[in-house]
């Protein structure tokens, strides 16, 4: 059976590890400095870090993108599996999703740092 028309297949982990890795890249600008900074790390070399900001917008929608694909192939797509395949178990589904719902809350959560990210530092 194809792969990509599974629900447990590496395709749907690809998407869900892409968008939170896409997340990251969004909130890298932000986020970057005020880990170095609580880390005790300063310098000019960190404005560099800076320099990624223009690319969040990129970064937020390779994000969007890469959730909507995961959902869309937790919840739209009719499961296509034999009765003895892994991804017919409903706990195997249960966890994909409960997993899928971790992965969106913490890339929220980075996507969403610059606008609370200056309220940790008060």
């Not at 297949?9 to 600008?29: D, E, H, V």
């Not at 995961?70 to 296509?80: D, H």
């Not at 178990?89 to 969403?112: D, E, G, H, M, N």
Request: glycine share 6%.
């Amino acid at each position: 059976m194809d792969d990509s028309t599974q629900t447990g297949t590496p395709k749907t982990l690809a998407s869900t590890i892409t968008a939170t890795l896409a997340a990251f890249g969004a909130s890298l600008c932000c986020i970057g400095p005020v880990v170095l900074l609580s880390l005790g790390v300063g310098g000019s070399w960190m404005s560099s870090v800076r320099a990624l900001e223009p690319y969040r917008p990129i970064f937020i929608i390779i994000t969007a993108l890469f959730l909507l694909m995961a959902f869309r192939k937790l919840y739209i797509v009719p499961r296509q599996c034999e009765p003895t395949d892994s991804c017919a178990a409903p706990a195997s589904l249960r966890k994909q999703r409960i997993i899928f719902w971790v992965i969106t809350i913490v890339a929220i959560a980075l996507v969403t740092f610059p606008y609370y990210g200056l309220l940790l530092l008060k």
